[in-house]
């Protein structure tokens, strides 16, 4: 266990973890590797995130937006970076002066990056983002030749890549994926037709590069996985992968509350007999969700949260856990003893998904890094 002392709750971070995820990964495939790290790499921290994946043979960094690719360059990181999102025109110098790649879906960003690369004396980076079915991003997939015959005429321009997203490769049913897996080869049989194909063709995400070979062409842009946690209910991690992150909190209060006592704000749970209720420094401000039928850890026994989660506390019935005092280990998710919550267990209590659980970890929730050797264990 990690050191406790000087915050009210914390999340430990496993970057060995991390690392055996990628090299799995890596040892799964031909393609290189792209670590999809946006959202502060799902909660986890980015830029220790970004030195464990580049250990263990991940090639590039995807990030969403802007400001994730500077906090990397100023951190140091001078490994491939792809914004795989929206760059407004007022930042389009800081990235190419930062030499990161951006998407481009149409001829007004192609004509900002080009004016952008005369300033700077330096050309812009570019990976052309197809629609093929997401309809999120992306130019149609029957005007990309075009787009990208602008793109390889454009002066200060590399065409670097070109990529799809996939809608639905984590269900069961293949179909939609093989659809947007075949529109995809079709432009890229008509870049080389041209002779416009970019060096990197990519499309898979964590789902389609488990269950997809024939999708990983040259790159795999792969991000829940890295993380030891399964893309959805029905994809789930093979055997080997090992979860990354424990959420953790600790007791500050236990006290023995006489029959009819409400407890928290609007006393929506009332002592039923006289009780031990603990307090835990954890609420909604951290990430914590206001819903009824949390649970937690403690002892290595799961105990219920009761009343309302507050903004930076909980409440806890301890009577199945009669030796509980002040200082205690309380796990939100994670292990304790022989017992585990998992991430996702916690998401289907919200009504949510698990990559929402772990970007939801407010920044005030300390991060901790370890990067001893940890347990197998693909139940996450």
């Known amino acids: 266990m990690l050191s406790n002392e000087k915050f009210s709750t914390w999340a430990e971070i496993d ?19 792209m670590a999809g790290l946006k959202a502060n790499a799902y909660g986890h921290g980015v830029i220790p995130v970004s030195q464990a994946v580049r250990r263990a043979g991940a090639t590039w960094c995807g990030l969403a937006r802007v400001e994730e690719a500077m906090e990397l360059r100023y951190a140091g990181y001078d490994g491939p970076i792809l914004v795989l999102g929206f760059t407004a025109p007022g930042r389009v110098r800081s990235l190419i002066e930062a030499d990161v790649a951006m998407a481009v879906w149409s001829e007004a960003q192609l004509e900002a990056f080009a004016l952008a690369a005369s300033e700077v004396g330096k050309p812009a980076r570019v990976h052309l983002k197809v629609d093929t079915g997401m309809s999120r991003l992306g130019i149609p997939a029957e005007k990309a ?20 997203h996939f809608a639905r490769a984590d269900e069961p049913d293949p179909g939609p994926t093989i659809e947007q897996e075949r529109a995809l080869r079709l432009v890229v049989e008509r870049l080389e037709e041209a002779g416009l194909r970019p060096p990197l063709v990519h499309a898979a995400n964590t789902a389609a590069s488990l269950t997809r070979p024939s999708s990983h062409l040259d790159m795999l842009r792969v991000g829940i996985a890295i993380f030891g946690l399964h893309p ?10 090992q979860p990354a992150m424990a959420w953790k909190s600790q007791l500050s209060q236990v006290q023995r509350l006489p029959k009819g006592r409400g407890v928290s704000y609007g006393h929506e749970y009332v002592t039923r007999k006289t009780e031990r209720i603990g307090t835990v420094p954890v609420g909604y401000a951290d990430g914590f969700r206001r819903v009824s039928g949390n649970v937690v850890l403690i002892g290595g026994r799961r105990v219920p949260v009761v009343g309302r989660v507050c903004m930076d506390q909980i409440s806890l019935q301890l009577d199945g856990v009669a030796d509980a005092q002040v200082g205690d280990e309380v796990v939100l998710f994670g292990e304790q003893g022989s017992e585990r919550i998992r991430a ?29 050797k940890t347990e197998q264990n693909p139940d996450t």
């Open 15 to 33: 970057l060995a973890a991390i690392e055996n995820n990628v090299r799995l990964l890596v040892q799964s495939t031909e393609a290189q590797i």
């Open 145 to 164: 030749l075009k787009l990208a015959g602008r793109i390889e005429q454009q002066q200060g321009v590399d065409f670097e890549g070109v990529f799809t």
């Open 232 to 241: 959805s209910p029905d994809c789930r991690l093979p055997e080997g992968f």
């Open 344 to 372: 996702g267990e916690v998401a289907e209590r919200w009504g949510t998904i698990n990559y929402e659980v772990v970007c939801g970890l407010s920044p005030r929730v300390r991060r901790i890094y370890d990067s001893k």
